[in-house]
Each structure stands twice: as C-alpha cells, then as structure tokens.
C-alpha cells in the first residue's frame, strides 16, 4: 500500500512539474528572443502560454505513457518516448498558434521553447534514477563496502560478470556489493570490469577471501570447461566464503543472465565431468511417434526418463509404478508442461504377470525402458527373496511381455553394482542382464539391452539426500569406510546417456556408461559440508560406521572378461559377457522362483542359490 502511495505522489510530483517546466520554458524563449523586454501580455497571450501549451504536452505525454514508467528504472525506449512526445508536442503548439492564435507567436519561439521543453522533462525523469544511485552511494560505509552488505567476489572478469555486476546493483535488496574480480587471463590483470578492479588469478582467492573478508563468492564463467571449472571452485570452495554459481552457457543462451541466475554451488558443479554430447535425431528414430512404456516411472531415473521422453514428441507416454504417489507428482507435471501429449499412467506391479499382460497386449508400447527395481543394498541384505521377487522376476514378466506383444526395443536400466557383486541387490541385476540377453538370443523382433551405470546424484538411493539431511540436522554425517569410492552422474546425465544408447541398440548389448572419475566419499562429505555453509570436523562432525553387509570399497563397472567396444558416443562403450549357458539360465530360474515362494526358504539360501546361477557373485551368507 505504501509503495502504491509512492508512486501515485511521485506521478503527481512528474506531471506539476512538467506543467512548470513547460511553461516557463516558453516565456523565457520569449524573452530570450526579445532581449529580456517582458512583451504586452494580454488575456489571450497568457491563456496560450498558461494554458494551451501547457495542456497540449501533458495529453500528448499521457498518450505516450509517460505518466505510467517507473523512472528509476527507465531505459533507451522511455527516454526515446519523451523525446518524440516533445517533439510532437511543439509541433501541435506550432499547428494550434497557427490555426487558432493566428500566429500568435513566432516559430523561433516555439521551436527554442520546445527545445527547452525537452531538456526539462528529460532532466525531471534522469532525476530519479540519479537521486537513487547517489543515494546508494551515500550510504554508511565501511572498509570501502556499505556496512550490512555481504561483500561479493566475482571469479571471472568477462562479459558474464559486467552482465552480473549490473544485475546487482539495479537489485539493491539483495544487499549484495561487489569488491572485485579474479581472473586467470594475464591481459585482464589489473582492469577494471564495470568500475571493478581484476584483484588477481584463481590461486590467490584464499588470501582475497581473507584480506576482503569475503561473504561469497559468484563464479561467472559460465563458458569455462568443466575441467577448468572443477579446478577454480576447488581452490575457492576451501575458503569459508559461501559459494555461488551462475549456469553453463548453453541454459545462458536460453534464458539469458538475470539475478535469479545465480544458484549456491552444488556438488555436481564439482565433478568436473565431460560436456554430453548428443546424436538427438538417432535418438527421436525410436521416440517420435512411438508408444513409450517406463516401469518405475515414478522413480527419481524413470521420473527423468518421462520428463526427457516427453520433450522428445512420443506418440503415447505411459508411466506404470507401484507407488501411487510417484506417479501422481510425474504425470501432474507432465500434463502442466505438454497438456498436448498423450499421457497414460497406470498403477501395476511388474510382479503381477497378468496385469503387465494385460496392459502390453491393450497398449502395444514400441519401446519400453525398465527401471522398476528395489535398489537399496541393505535393506535387500535382510530381504533377499524381495529382490528376487521384483528385480529378477519383475524384469521376466515384463521382457516376456515385451517379446510377446511385439515391442521393438526393451531397454533395461542395470547398474555398477551387477560387476563381481558382493551383494544380493547387485547379483538380482546381474542375472536382469542375463536375462535380457538370453531372451534377445530367441526374439525375432524386440531388441534387447542394457545400460550400467554408477551412483546417479539425488536419486532415492544415492548418499547425497542422506548427507545433506544429517547436515541440517546438525551432524553428524556418517560414512561405511573413509576410502570408500564411488562413480558418480547427475540424473539428467545417465538419463540422456541411456536414451542415446537406446538409439545404439542392436540387441544383446550390455551398454557401460562412462561414470568419470571415481570419487572418494570421504571427500564428498566434506565439500558438501563446506557447500552448506559449515567447515567439516568442526562445526559437523564425520562420523565412520563400518561397511554394511554386502557393501565394497570400489564399484566397478565393467567384468574383466567383457572386454570394451566403442560406439560414436565416448561416453558409451559396449560390453559384450560371456561365460553362461543359457538353457541352464532358464531352469535355475524355475528353481529359483520356487523356492522364493517356499514359506521355509531362508535368507542364506536363496543367496546361496543365486551364487550357483551367478558365478562372479560372493554371498555375504552371516
């Protein structure tokens, strides 16, 4: 309410003025043009110059709007608009003198009255926006800074900071002041970038940060590789300044640069992974205008798998999950964001053969990505016929239905654990694969694959919720084994990766995903800690628990005896196992599903039994 009062006042204050202005402007190119001798002013001579002018500018200035901009943050198009106003305004003082005052006064009046017309409104509408910086610049300072703004350190010296800088000051609620910029281009050394002076390189951030006494830091490079990237936020994220990012320049050239650009630091911004490129038209072959079935679709991967499906212009999308709640947030979002699309979302477990049936032979899916699976190590640990019952045989039902009702392409999301699993949750996917490659062996028509990867960050199984909801809470944060490593990739990443590798799908194919450099998770904790705002063993302590049942100290992701073959993507390779018969695949299956089933089957031995199918498996049989 008060700031509607503002503006209503501050309107009021324009419009008085500009009747002053404009009218004084007139009588002193009056007097000016009559060597300061004040002329006869009869009725008529005022009412023109008192009246008449005055109104004709102010109407003409309310059809151009320029009662309604808000001048503090005027720009190029408002201030042409004043300048068309006035000129349009003298010539209609020139045309109602003419027609009306007979030429009541001469046009070396009108022409410099105008003139001095158009200084003035110029000059009352600049006011504002001075006013408003000279006031800023008044305020209590110190150190060089305003007192009560976090002080600001720009990593980068480009035309992405000065874009940055000016966002900043034209948003001074933020209470956000610049003091200076890093660089490492030795030609930028010692410039200034919007008034700012380059302080120094990279290297030389800790000691900025200390002297300055640094609030955050904003990195604003957004062309730089992630290499470069992982290499300049590593020196920075070891000060106690909080971190602060812009996005990569292709999200730049989207949505351009603007103060809701900038983000905190995540730790996906520290992994330093290679830049995805895409075949996208290899990709739509199989999307575009097809039926696209996705299992789990509610999960945090076939969540991103729909959103990406979806973009992607499919015939139908259809998400089936379990868990109702999954799938309501995904379809709900889809439908606001394609309400155009074809959206079919159906509530079923891929352990109900019949029902998987049923659908695939309504719905006919073209393609469908499998990524309905328990994925937590430990809680499979203690409920290994669970992991049986829904990974290996929630997989069956739906390959076999794929096969069945003609599906082209049957897309299995597997993950690094199915390596030389120690784990019964690995072991499950290992023998999916084994599964999806001896079916591919008896298909005439379905393509099937699958995809391995490692840890994706921020879906429901990774480590990074965990940490970051300990943190909150205060600590601590608890690791198995402080040389625990792990590969990492953000969802969207392994997302885009599995559609391309789909596109590569001969059938058969075991596509291994490059996960990147592993990344200790001791260190992981650690710089999320410093992400949040804390220093790690001091204000949040880390805590060591112990390796859980089944758990390793390394993934891996590809079996020795595979071997590596190349696709047109560098970040997808091909593996190719061997080693297993597939027809006694198919009768340890049947053994197996029986006794999963047995009231007096025991944890041990279904372990034990699927140690005897999978070979490279060691079960954890305490």
């Given at each position: 309410?008060?700031?509607?009062?503002?503006?209503?006042?501050?309107?009021?204050?324009?419009?008085?003025?500009?009747?002053?202005?404009?009218?004084?402007?007139?009588?002193?190119?009056?007097?000016?043009?009559?060597?300061?001798?004040?002329?006869?002013?009869?009725?008529?001579?005022?009412s023109f110059y008192g009246i008449?002018?005055?109104?004709?500018?102010?109407?003409?200035?309310?059809?151009?709007?320029?009662?309604?901009?808000?001048?503090?943050?005027?720009?190029?198009?408002?201030?042409?608009?004043?300048?068309?106003?006035?000129?349009?305004?003298?010539?209609?003082?020139?045309?109602?003198?003419?027609?009306?005052?007979?030429?009541?006064?001469?046009?070396?009046?009108?022409?410099?009255?105008?003139?001095?017309?158009?200084?003035?409104?110029?000059?009352?509408?600049?006011?504002?926006?001075?006013?408003?910086?000279?006031?800023?610049?008044?305020?209590?300072?110190?150190?060089?800074?305003?007192?009560?703004?976090?002080?600001?350190?720009?990593?980068?010296?480009?035309?992405?900071?000065?874009?940055?800088?000016?966002?900043?000051?034209?948003?001074?609620?933020?209470?956000?002041?610049?003091?200076?910029?890093?660089?490492?281009?030795?030609?930028?050394?010692?410039?200034?970038?919007?008034?700012?002076?380059?302080?120094?390189?990279?290297?030389?951030?800790?000691?900025?940060?200390?002297?300055?006494?640094?609030?955050?830091?904003?990195?604003?490079?957004?062309?730089?590789?992630?290499?470069?990237?992982?290499?300049?936020?590593?020196?920075?994220?070891?000060?106690?300044?909080?971190?602060?990012?812009?996005?990569?320049?292709?999200?730049?050239?989207?949505?351009?640069?603007?103060?809701?650009?900038?983000?905190?630091?995540?730790?996906?911004?520290?992994?330093?992974?290679?830049?995805?490129?895409?075949?996208?038209?290899?990709?739509?072959?199989?999307?575009?205008?097809?039926?696209?079935?996705?299992?789990?679709?509610?999960?945090?991967?076939?969540?991103?798998?729909?959103?990406?499906?979806?973009?992607?212009?499919?015939?139908?999308?259809?998400?089936?999950?379990?868990?109702?709640?999954?799938?309501?947030?995904?379809?709900?979002?889809?439908?606001?964001?394609?309400?155009?699309?074809?959206?079919?979302?159906?509530?079923?477990?891929?352990?109900?053969?019949?029902?998987?049936?049923?659908?695939?032979?309504?719905?006919?899916?073209?393609?469908?990505?499998?990524?309905?699976?328990?994925?937590?190590?430990?809680?499979?640990?203690?409920?290994?016929?669970?992991?049986?019952?829904?990974?290996?045989?929630?997989?069956?039902?739906?390959?076999?239905?794929?096969?069945?009702?003609?599906?082209?392409?049957?897309?299995?999301?597997?993950?690094?654990?199915?390596?030389?699993?120690?784990?019964?949750?690995?072991?499950?996917?290992?023998?999916?694969?084994?599964?999806?490659?001896?079916?591919?062996?008896?298909?005439?028509?379905?393509?099937?694959v699958a995809v391995r990867f490692g840890n994706v960050l921020?879906?429901?199984?990774?480590?990074?919720?965990?940490?970051?909801?300990?943190?909150?809470?205060?600590?601590?944060?608890?690791?198995?084994?402080?040389?625990?490593?792990?590969?990492?990739?953000?969802?969207?990443?392994?997302?885009?990766?599995?559609?391309?590798?789909?596109?590569?799908?001969?059938?058969?194919?075991?596509?291994?995903?490059?996960?990147?450099?592993?990344?200790?998770?001791?260190?992981?904790?650690?710089?999320?800690?410093?992400?949040?705002?804390?220093?790690?063993?001091?204000?949040?302590?880390?805590?060591?628990?112990?390796?859980?049942?089944?758990?390793?100290?390394?993934?891996?992701?590809?079996?020795?005896?595979?071997?590596?073959?190349?696709?047109?993507?560098?970040?997808?390779?091909?593996?190719?196992?061997?080693?297993?018969?597939?027809?006694?695949?198919?009768?340890?299956?049947?053994?197996?599903?029986?006794?999963?089933?047995?009231?007096?089957?025991?944890?041990?031995?279904?372990?034990?039994?699927?140690?005897?199918?999978?070979?490279?498996?060691?079960?954890?049989?305490?």
């Amino acid at each position: 309410m008060m700031l509607l009062k503002y503006r209503k006042y501050k309107r009021i204050f324009i419009l008085m003025a500009d009747v002053l202005l404009i009218f004084l402007s007139f009588v002193m190119a009056n007097m000016l043009l009559h060597e300061f001798r004040v002329p006869l002013i009869d009725q008529g001579t005022f009412s023109f110059y008192g009246i008449v002018i005055p109104l004709s500018y102010v109407l003409i200035f309310y059809a151009f709007g320029l009662y309604q901009s808000l001048w503090t943050v005027a720009g190029y198009y408002d201030y042409r608009n004043v300048v068309m106003a006035n000129v349009i305004s003298g010539l209609t003082v020139n045309l109602l003198s003419i027609l009306l005052f007979n030429g009541l006064i001469s046009i070396s009046v009108i022409i410099m009255g105008s003139i001095m017309a158009l200084t003035g409104t110029l000059a009352v509408r600049m006011y504002f926006r001075i006013y408003r910086r000279l006031l800023l610049e008044k305020l209590p300072r110190k150190g060089g800074v305003h007192s009560g703004l976090k002080k600001v350190l720009i990593i980068g010296a480009g035309q992405a900071a000065a874009m940055i800088i000016k966002e900043i000051r034209n948003h001074r609620e933020l209470l956000m002041e610049v003091v200076g910029l890093v660089d490492d281009s030795e030609f930028k050394q010692g410039s200034r970038i919007a008034g700012y002076k380059v302080l120094g390189k990279a290297k030389e951030i800790p000691a900025l940060v200390e002297e300055l006494e640094v609030d955050e830091i904003l990195f604003a490079i957004p062309s730089l590789s992630h290499e470069d990237r992982r290499r300049v936020l590593d020196i920075a994220k070891t000060t106690k300044a909080r971190l602060k990012t812009l996005p990569g320049i292709y999200e730049m050239v989207d949505k351009g640069i603007n103060i809701s650009s900038i983000r905190d630091v995540e730790i996906s911004d520290l992994l330093g992974r290679k830049e995805i490129k895409l075949n996208n038209d290899k990709i739509s072959e199989y999307i575009r205008g097809k039926t696209v079935l996705v299992t789990g679709g509610g999960g945090s991967i076939g969540s991103e798998l729909c959103r990406q499906i979806a973009a992607l212009q499919p015939k139908k999308l259809i998400i089936l999950d379990i868990y109702e709640n999954n799938a309501y947030a995904i379809e709900n979002e889809l439908k606001r964001k394609y309400p155009e699309m074809h959206l079919l979302t159906l509530i079923a477990s891929v352990r109900d053969q019949k029902k998987i049936d049923r659908i695939f032979k309504a719905e006919k899916p073209e393609t469908v990505f499998h990524a309905a699976a328990h994925k937590h190590v430990p809680l499979m640990e203690t409920s290994p016929e669970e992991a049986i019952k829904n990974n290996v045989f929630g997989t069956l039902n739906v390959a076999l239905a794929a096969r069945n009702f003609g599906t082209e392409k049957f897309i299995l999301i597997s993950t690094d654990k199915a390596v030389n699993p120690t784990n019964i949750m690995g072991a499950s996917k290992r023998l999916c694969e084994m599964i999806v490659q001896t079916l591919d062996a008896d298909a005439e028509k379905t393509e099937f694959v699958a995809v391995r990867f490692g840890n994706v960050l921020g879906s429901n199984g990774s480590v990074i919720p965990l940490f970051k909801e300990q943190i909150k809470n205060g600590g601590p944060v608890t690791l198995t084994h402080k040389d625990i490593v792990r590969y990492f990739m953000t969802i969207p990443e392994a997302v885009q990766l599995v559609l391309q590798a789909g596109s590569y799908a001969q059938g058969g194919e075991i596509f291994v995903l490059d996960m990147g450099d592993p990344v200790r998770i001791y260190d992981l904790a650690e710089n999320l800690i410093r992400l949040s705002g804390y220093e790690p063993h001091e204000d949040i302590e880390i805590k060591v628990t112990g390796l859980r049942p089944g758990e390793k100290l390394y993934e891996e992701l590809l079996m020795a005896e595979e071997g590596l073959e190349k696709t047109p993507n560098e970040l997808i390779y091909i593996g190719r196992p061997n080693g297993f018969d597939k027809e006694t695949l198919k009768e340890t299956l049947m053994m197996l599903k029986e006794k999963i089933h047995d009231e007096e089957v025991s944890s041990k031995m279904v372990k034990e039994l699927v140690g005897s199918i999978v070979k490279t498996y060691t079960p954890d049989l305490r």
